[in-house]
């Protein structure tokens, strides 16, 4: 009797968990080329004239048996999380049979359609085609209910790899020169075939090797990681983006990558070297699962943390886009919706001009952690840090530095994530940058620079501030990220 009860209260102390599951699909969301479509990421008025390979939604669900949880990517330079990644998120609950986390992450590719509006003919002209836009959020839902329904017993692996030849495909043009090179994946087995479902694959680089002269649609390098993903492994890969901001990219002749073909360097720009770059990190991410080092769990929970922020929408050029409809994103004044548009004086570059903007001060945007434990362990084996841009990797990895000419040259550090990630004693750190939004740069305070003199007495102003929503985005971001790994570990 005495036995039975400590065997009762055993149960009720230890972390319930139950066999993982997963589901994966994917569709080709390639807008049609019956109208303009404007590619996003360079310059404005680049339009397709043709499609080298598909874009891509890619969806793997896992799921503990209570908490589904899905890993959307897709191709896009990035998608806004109002109004559409909570307008996916309500039509998914819509249509799906139970209730679902979505998660989306953008790979920041910069030859896809535009769809913020910042490339459109003109910077006064929306390049995002709304008809496109609405079909695009009905794909990427279905996609999400389609993978939900094909949930099957899986076993979940985890693998990570940091070898220095993945470091020699980021070239990082803004000091401090901190970036990190480490890849992450999580692949989902099928218990009753052995075959892949899904794998996942997190890496930190700009989808950018072709450059601002492309003008055929592609996922950039991400369409060989796809297929050379599963080629080896089977299933539907998926891949998330790092932390890119400061600014971490393939793109530039001095970043080689030879051809073992013709023992030459890819041409610059070239889709022989995106290529090379994406099968390059397939074939790590697949070599990563199979090692001795990736821990494989059958059984376990998943704990998901959301939290929507109001983010200070500082720089004027946003303010002046979203006020034109090139941007098409709600503003806020004090957590209420401000519709207001107002004429004011601006300096930029140098200049004062007269310029409509709106007047609310905040866009809402969310940040988020996803924890994966085992079954025996109380602390996660994985952790996901849901970062909404494009975030400058001394914010997460440390290594924030003061520079003579910054405009706060004095200003408190942000938190830096990593610090507290550790503390949870996850073994995996997956850091995804343009998860469930878009908001741009993600700069430190102190290293902020529009007014000279400039950064480190550079002859030059640096390149950034300009897409970013403003300094204050940092703390906002970093703090509340922090506020979810401390509630993870009470
Ligand atoms: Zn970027």
Redesign the pocket.
Known sequence: MKFEWSGILLLLLVVPAAAFQAGASKRDVTPPLDRPVFIA?FGNNRTATGVHDPIWVRCLVVSDGKTNVAFVGVDLIGLFYEPDVVAIRQQVQKLAKKPITVLIAST?N?EGPDTLGLWGPTPFQTGRDEKYMAWLREQIAQCVVEALERLEPATLVLAKDNRKELADLQLDSRLPHVKDHTLCVLQAVSKRTGRTIGTLVNWAN?P?VLGSKNRLLSSDFCWALYERLEDLLGGVAVFWNGA??G?I?PLGEELKVRDPVTGQPAPEASFRKAELIGRFVAEVAAEAVKSKQAIRLDKGSLRVLLKPLFVPLQNPRFRIAAATKVINRPVYTKGKLDTRVGETKLTLDGTTISAKIVLGEDIRSEVGVVAIYSAESKQPVALFLLIPG?IYPELVYGGITRYPGADFLNAPFEPVLMDYAKKTGAKFVFVVGLANDEI??IIPQCEWDEQPPWLNNAPERPYGEV?SVGWKAARVINEGIVALLKALTR
């Open positions: 990421g920041h910069h700009h950018e890119i901001g600014l990219s494009e741009g740069y897409n």
